[in-house]
């Protein structure tokens, strides 16, 4: 169950980057103010949520971190056609790597 939150709060993070880049410009738009903000305090909830429910910290930060970093910058990619090289495909899945050897190391209670 803690894994969901931890989903969850990777979600809410990515929704909440995402959106600071819609805050530069017109400062008159609230909604991605509002979506910035209600996106991180969610994600921080969840995140807590789901170490309350046995994620080990250092393994929920990394899962949160590496996905979130590897999902913003395939929605920068998408969304505002930000470049992609194959260089920083590489670096993403070293980050995916990273993570997942991470989780296969941790002790299992």
Do not use: C
Request: aromatic content about 10%; overall charge neutral.
């Amino acid at each position: 169950m803690g894994y969901l939150f931890l989903a969850g709060a990777i979600i809410a993070e990515v929704i909440a980057t995402t959106s600071l880049k819609f805050t530069t410009g017109d400062g008159n738009k609230i909604m991605p103010f509002i979506l910035v903000a209600a996106g991180y305090i969610g994600a921080f909830v969840l995140l807590q949520q789901s170490l309350t429910r046995g994620v080990p910290l250092g393994i929920a930060y990394a899962i949160w971190a590496g996905v979130g970093v590897v999902l913003v910058v395939v929605i920068s990619w998408l969304l505002f056609k930000e470049s992609l090289t194959l260089l920083q495909i590489v670096g993403m899945v070293l980050v995916i790597g990273g993570v997942l050897l991470l989780e296969l190391g941790a002790a299992k209670h």
